[in-house]
């Protein structure tokens, strides 16, 4: 599905857009099954602004406002229909180098006008990192987005840096530290742990990164360990975006970490590994 212009853009900057990955029809029953979803758990707690110390800029931090669900597929068909996309997934294979495609995990981000919180300049790989590095997110805009409603901000080839040093904060027994490797907690379990990773910001500022300004029903498909952020939303318009993460079914995990709803659904091809990673995730649970 993709020119090998295309393929070259991809591994050389670690992300591509893509037009016509789903039609206008597909793209308008998101967008309405998508609100619908938001409504129905409006007084719900779906805040998801980025916390931690990567901002000087409190008060500002403290007063803007993003909205997060995950699993949207377990919410309407329409999502699962996206997912299960033969083009798409046409595509995800010819970049990570296999037809079998697992599931890790969808989620969706709705930025309010006017105070859309923005989000710092990371890599996903600190939040699930992979031994082969396979994972890829799938970025679908549900409207116009540019630098003003908190589009999509990167560092083209950045992604050939490898994992980079983490200067993310550490939720643990209430105190935020930054760094795990000496705090006092009466149990110390991972239930008092919490991470909001990030970059160095004075390396890789979002003023610097290249803007992704991307149209409604445009798809970014980009690694994880491409450096990325977004921009606050200063305008008068909503800024909706869906997210599905997906890896190779033979890449295995580095360390136990967000484990959502239907991960590991085969997408595409098969799992060779399905067995152990059932027992692994029954044993969690």
């Not at 997912?83 to 595509?91: A, G, S």
């Not at 996903?124 to 396979?134: G, L, R, T, V």
């Amino acid at each position: 599905m993709l020119t090998e212009f295309q393929r070259k853009f991809y591994f050389d900057n670690g992300y591509i857009v893509l037009d016509d990955v789903y039609s206008t029809s597909e793209i308008d029953e998101c967008s309405s099954e998508y609100d619908r979803v938001f409504e129905l758990k409006k007084d719900s707690d779906l805040e998801a602004t980025w916390k931690g110390n990567w901002t000087k800029d409190t008060a500002s931090s403290l007063s803007t406002q993003v909205l997060s669900i995950h699993s949207l597929q377990n919410h309407a068909a329409i999502f699962t229909k996206m997912l299960l996309k033969d083009t798409l997934l046409e595509i995800v294979a010819d970049l990570i180098g296999t037809k079998d495609i697992l599931l890790h995990h969808t989620k969706a981000h709705v930025k309010p006008p006017g105070k859309g919180s923005p989000f710092p300049m990371h890599q996903d790989y600190q939040y699930f990192p992979y031994k082969n590095d396979s994972l890829v997110a799938v970025f679908i805009h549900l409207d116009d987005t540019n630098t003003e409603n908190g589009g999509l901000a990167v560092f083209p080839g950045s992604h050939k840096l490898g994992p980079l040093e983490d200067k993310g904060d550490v939720l643990v027994c209430g105190i935020t530290i930054k760094s795990l490797t000496f705090y006092h907690c009466a149990k110390p379990t991972s239930r008092h742990v919490k991470g909001w990773h990030y970059v160095d910001q004075d390396k890789f500022p979002i003023d610097k990164a290249t803007p992704v300004n991307a149209r409604r029903g445009q798809v970014v498909i980009f690694s994880y360990l491409l450096v990325h952020g977004s921009f606050a939303n200063k305008s008068d318009k909503v800024r909706r975006m869906l997210l599905f993460q997906m890896m190779s079914a033979h890449d295995e995990k580095l360390r136990e970490t967000h484990c959502s709803p239907c991960q590991g659904m085969v997408l595409s091809g098969s799992n060779p590994n399905a067995e152990a990673s059932i027992k692994k995730r029954h044993v969690a649970s």
